[in-house]
């Protein structure tokens, strides 16, 4: 069969999402905010403008804009010292289906340039021919826009196109565009509902690897 594969980038390709909780919690100890991690769990898989908002109405006597900065400097700081970290896989996975002419994209709600970035810093920039960050689109996950501008992008109907994701925003959303919703939990737990709507779950991309592969 033929099909294309959109993946999320946060949690999917790299083990960033860790990363940014440390790094949350980092600033929101310095700044003496309490509860910060249940609230930047609750922005994983959104848009950096989602993040904002929910940020901003837990913490409204703080200048959200301000610590986000301050928060992406440690992100930063700590990516430097840590390096940036590929799941398990990844790199196999990514490997085959460029082997196999399987077309590939990237839908992020990370802004397009963080996602070029992170690309480019581990060399894998080359697999992605479409890329769409957060700040391409209106409405981020857990609506489809994203999604439905990959796949169109792509030049392919969503139903013919795997979603690989591990938030229930991600995977909410690429079943709202009506593609093929493959689950690779990460630091989020997944809902029973959302497990529901992701036609199979994974515990690694070398398993979604072996999955692809008895499709071809």
């Known amino acids: 069969m033929s099909f294309s594969v959109v993946f999320?980038?946060?949690?999917?390709?790299?083990?960033?999402?860790?990363?940014?909780?440390?790094?949350?919690?980092?600033v929101g100890k310095r700044h003496g905010l309490e509860n910060v991690e249940p609230h930047a769990r609750e922005c994983i898989g959104r848009s950096t403008k989602d993040s904002?908002?929910?940020?901003?109405?837990a913490y409204p006597q703080v200048d959200?804009?301000?610590?986000?900065?301050?928060?992406?400097?440690?992100?930063?700081?700590?990516?430097?010292?840590?390096?940036?970290?590929?799941k398990e896989g990844a790199n196999d996975l990514l490997r085959w289906l460029k082997a196999n002419g399987i077309k590939t994209a990237i839908a992020s709600s990370t802004?397009?340039?963080?996602?070029?970035?992170?690309?480019?810093?581990?060399?894998?920039d080359e697999y992605f021919g479409t890329v769409i960050g957060g700040d391409m689109v209106i409405n981020s996950k857990p609506e489809p826009e994203i999604y439905l501008k990959a796949c169109a992008a792509l030049g392919e109907a969503p139903?013919?196109?795997?979603?690989?994701?591990?938030?229930n925003n991600g995977i909410i959303s690429a079943h709202r565009a009506g593609m093929r919703a493959l689950l690779v939990p990460d630091i989020v737990e997944n809902t029973p509902e959302v497990r529901k709507m992701a036609e199979c779950e994974f515990v690694s991309l070398a398993e979604v690897l072996q999955f692809f592969e008895t499709l071809v």
């Open 8 to 26: 999320d980038m946060d949690g999917v390709i790299f083990d960033t999402e860790t990363v940014g909780l440390k790094a949350w919690a980092a």
């Open 52 to 57: 904002i908002a929910i940020l901003q109405a």
């Open 64 to 86: 959200i804009l301000a610590l986000k900065d301050e928060c992406v400097a440690e992100f930063k700081r700590m990516i430097a010292a840590e390096g940036l970290k590929l």
């Open 111 to 124: 802004e397009y340039k963080g996602v070029m970035s992170h690309l480019k810093t581990a060399g894998i």
């Open 159 to 167: 139903a013919d196109c795997f979603a690989i994701e591990d938030s």
